[in-house]
Structure formats: C-alpha cells, structure tokens
C-alpha cells in the first residue's frame, strides 16, 4: 500500500504525511519548496487564495493580494491555482506576468478547493492552526457583480478579518459571497 502513496505522491507533487490528510497535506511550491497550506506553523494562520490564471476577476486582484500579504506577514499566504491544466512552467509565468509574491500552489486535482469549499476565483480562505476555516469569501467589495467591478472597494472583508485575528479578536463575519469564476 505504501508504494502507492509513493507513486500518487510523485506523480500528483503532493504528499499526505500520515493518517489524516487534511492536516497533513504538502504541496511543492513553484519553487520546488515544500508546503503544509493548512498547518501556519508559527504564523497565525494561513491564508488560502483560490486563483485561476485565466480569471480576470483573479488577475485584477494580483496588486491588492501582494499588498495584503505585505502589510500582514504573521500569517502564511498562498496562491492556490485550481486549473487541473495548469503546468508549472505556465504557472510560473502568469507569476512573473502578474508580479504574484505569494508562494503558489497548483491544485489540479482539487483537494484544497474541496476541503476548503472553495467555489470561484479569487476566494480567500483563512484556515487557523487546528485546520479550523475562520473566514471564507471575498477578499472585498471591489465587484458588485461578475464583469461589474466598482470605481474603489468600500468593505476590505479579508484584511479585517486579518486584522481582527491578529488582534486576537474573532472575525465580525466568518463568510461572504465571493464573485469571481466558477471553480469547475
């Protein structure tokens, strides 16, 4: 049976670590690094950002995720790339074309987009270190609807959920609706 563990995990470049692979999980990042997205090891959380690269819903948001990261560095955030297609050589230059900071992890085969829920893209999840989802939704108001997005974002949902937890505060809202792309 182990051999076959072995095998998914080379082929799949994600590995389960023991009995329970909801907390276990390690992607490879584009870099070749390996990752726990849902264990933030001494960060307060990791921070989930289901993306696909050919959304432009997704792509629009690139500037504002760098800058979210950056002003919230004791949490551990992730680009989640959710198209079962995407290559890591493509991976990595939508990441150089769109200046993406985070570390990126491709999903192809949905394990975080179902254990997260994840529905569209962009779609901010916040997971806390006993792999309990504090926050779900969008990362603001920036669309009002698909292909209507807003002159400025008014409600900055996941930097005050950020905020809140980095205070030691629960969030004021735990989920939202996330308008983006359809994760299919």
Not at 5 to 14: K, M, P, R
Not at 31 to 55: H, M, N, T
Not at 79 to 86: A, H, M
Request: net charge neutral.
């Amino acid at each position: 049976m182990w051999f076959l563990c072995v095998i998914f995990c080379l082929t799949a470049g994600l590995c389960f670590a023991g009995p329970e692979p909801s907390s276990n999980m390690v992607f490879d990042d584009l870099d070749g690094l390996p990752r726990r997205p849902l264990e933030p090891g001494d960060k307060i959380a990791s921070v989930l950002i289901f993306y696909w690269q050919d959304c432009p819903v997704s792509n629009s948001y690139a500037p504002e995720l760098n800058r979210i990261a950056a002003n919230h560095t004791n949490f551990a955030f992730y680009i989640v790339q959710v198209d079962p297609e995407l290559t890591p050589a493509t991976a990595r230059e939508h990441a150089r074309k769109f200046d993406l900071h985070e570390p990126i992890l491709l999903d192809t085969q949905h394990l975080l987009v179902k254990l997260a829920k994840a529905t569209v893209t962009p779609e901010a999840v916040v997971v806390g270190k006993k792999g309990k989802i504090l926050y779900r939704g969008r990362i603001d108001d920036g669309y009002a609807a698909l292909e209507k997005r807003r002159p400025a974002a008014t409600k900055h949902d996941l930097i005050e959920t950020l905020d809140a937890l980095a205070a030691g505060r629960p969030p004021k809202k735990t989920e939202t609706k996330a308008i983006g792309c359809l994760i299919q």
